[in-house]
């Protein structure tokens, strides 16, 4: 561990490079987390801890791919080293397939997708489990980024949808196992958030229908809010599930 006086609160954000996870990680460091951000680029981690240092905050980047066992242990053994405790996890890491139809999906297209979007935040709850267990204050809180796509799927999507169903089951596990000691997890079901990933939908995309229509998107700094809020809870209190959406997508009644 760091000689240095830790800090109050420890964020360690999966996915921190881009997108969702580097809005959140931002907005943890000005909330006043020492925030360690992880993906498997070194660049776009690199310019988040800049972002971030810029503006007076204590952040970290630590490349590690959180589908790779020995990857994920490399990188809780780095934060045991430099904070010796771990206080939130957002396990936002995750990608989708190619959207094929479902008999023309490769099993490499499946499995990769299995491996970044379940595996992954399985594996870095597991480690965030032994740290939070046997730290002083015992105990901290995990959260987990399910989708909408949890709850209705969009075309074409098998192997996405699949694995944020598996969330919400990892995130009840997680929740009912953590109990004893002191750890929370819930979980947030983003839909439409204004990203790269998102782009695509401004100027149209595949609904149950078979129209091509394009669908509104809300800025992302909304969603850091949101899971801000979360993250703000005392462990005796939980935010077990939050769905923050565009309002107007076509995610109610979709289909």
């Known amino acids: 561990m760091n000689t240095n006086t830790p800090p109050a609160k420890v964020a360690l954000v999966t996915g921190g490079g881009t997108g969702i996870g580097r809005a959140v990680a931002l907005a943890l460091a000005r909330d006043g987390y020492a925030v360690a951000v992880c993906g498997r680029r070194p660049a776009p981690l690199e310019a988040t801890v800049a972002e971030g240092r810029a503006a007076g905050t204590t952040m970290l980047a630590i490349p ?17 080293e430099v904070y010796g405790r771990l206080d939130l996890l957002f396990n936002n890491a995750g990608l989708s397939a190619p959207p094929v139809p479902l ?25 965030a489990f032994r740290l939070m267990k046997e730290q002083r204050p015992r105990g901290g809180r995990i959260i987990n980024n399910g989708s909408i796509s949890a709850h209705a799927p969009r075309p074409n999507s098998a192997p996405y949808t699949a694995t944020k169903h598996a969330i919400t089951g ?3 596990s997680t929740s009912l196992d953590g109990r004893p000691y002191d750890i929370a997890c819930g979980q947030i079901d983003i839909g439409n958030a204004a990203t790269e990933m998102t782009a695509r939908m401004a100027e149209g995309v595949p609904q149950a229908s ?12 909304d969603v850091a809010r949101a899971v801000c809020y979360m993250a703000s809870l ?5 935010v077990q599930f939050m769905t923050v959406m565009a309002t107007k997508m076509p995610f109610i009644g979709r289909g």
């Open 64 to 80: 590690a791919d959180v589908a790779d066992p020995e990857s994920v242990q490399a990188l809780f053994q780095r934060l045991r």
């Open 234 to 238: 005392p462990l005796d209190a939980n």
């Open 103 to 127: 008999e023309d999906l490769t099993y490499e297209q499946w499995k990769t997708v299995v491996d970044v979007n379940l595996t992954g935040a399985f594996l870095c709850t597991q480690q």
């Open 210 to 221: 078979g129209a091509i229509l394009p669908e509104p998107r809300m800025a992302v700094e």
């Open 170 to 172: 990892l995130t009840k």
